[in-house]
């Protein structure tokens, strides 16, 4: 099936430790994307890319990494930088118009 | 840059009532503007979009929206819920030659019978 692949659904890291969010489509998009998400401030983006070696920051990128050496893939790193880690991240891919969601990752900070 | 404002955070609606979810954008450009569902602890899904046309958009599972440039607005309507419509619901916005694509706050719609 076509879509976007979010590893894993629940991740739990401890205070200090960088972590990374897996993100894979099969949609042959050029762009993607990564949105954190908290509850009562909707989606807030923290990186994008339209091509393959080349992303932009979002609205919240501070303490947060990412790569983009396949089309396929859009990894984002979590580092100790970020103070509030603790969170519901969402990739999504856009080939044209539309935008389409992975499932998910909820990293929560132990 | 674009931005979205969701008026309402939340919205209580019982269940074969109407529903308006009011979203209001920003922009220097001519954008496109789309309505995204969320159900819990699930992505999003696309409900309907505005590129370019006819002002009303229709989309799945009965909803519509009015695009109205001069109020920069994009409000989402359903004539009647159901209780499966219980979700959060997010406005965004593209600008139309732009790959940045912002979203709300959203709102949260719970039907009740």
């Known amino acids: 099936d076509g879509g976007i692949t979010q590893s894993p659904k629940y991740l739990f890291r401890k205070e200090g430790q960088n972590v990374t969010l897996s993100c894979e489509q099969n949609l042959n998009h050029d762009a993607m994307y990564w949105y954190r998400q908290d509850p009562g401030q909707g989606l807030r983006l923290i990186y994008y890319?339209?091509?393959?070696?080349?992303?932009q920051k979002g609205d919240i990128a501070e303490g947060y990494s990412v790569s983009r050496e396949k089309k396929e893939s859009f990894p984002l790193t979590v580092t100790s930088a970020q103070k509030n880690p603790t969170a519901f991240y969402l990739c999504?891919?856009?080939?044209?118009?539309?935008?389409?969601f992975g499932q998910g990752t909820r990293l929560t900070v132990v | 840059a674009q931005s979205v404002t969701q008026l309402d955070s939340q919205v209580p609606v019982f269940e074969e009532a109407p529903v308006e979810l009011r979203c209001n954008y920003s922009s220097s450009v001519s954008v496109y503007l789309f309505w995204y569902v969320q159900y819990p602890n699930q992505g999003l899904q696309l409900l309907l979009k505005y590129l370019s046309g006819s002002t009303l958009v229709k989309g799945i599972n009965g909803f519509e929206a009015e695009f109205n440039k001069s109020q920069t607005s994009f409000h989402l309507r359903k004539p009647s819920v159901h209780i499966s419509d219980t979700a959060e619901y997010f406005c965004?916005?593209?600008?139309?030659?732009?790959?940045?694509?912002?979203f709300g706050a959203g709102t949260t719609v719970t039907v009740r019978a």
């Open positions: 999504a891919s856009r080939g044209g118009v539309n935008a389409f």
């Open positions: 890319s339209q091509i393959v070696n080349d992303f």
């Open positions: 965004a916005v593209s600008g139309s030659n732009d790959y940045k694509l912002s």
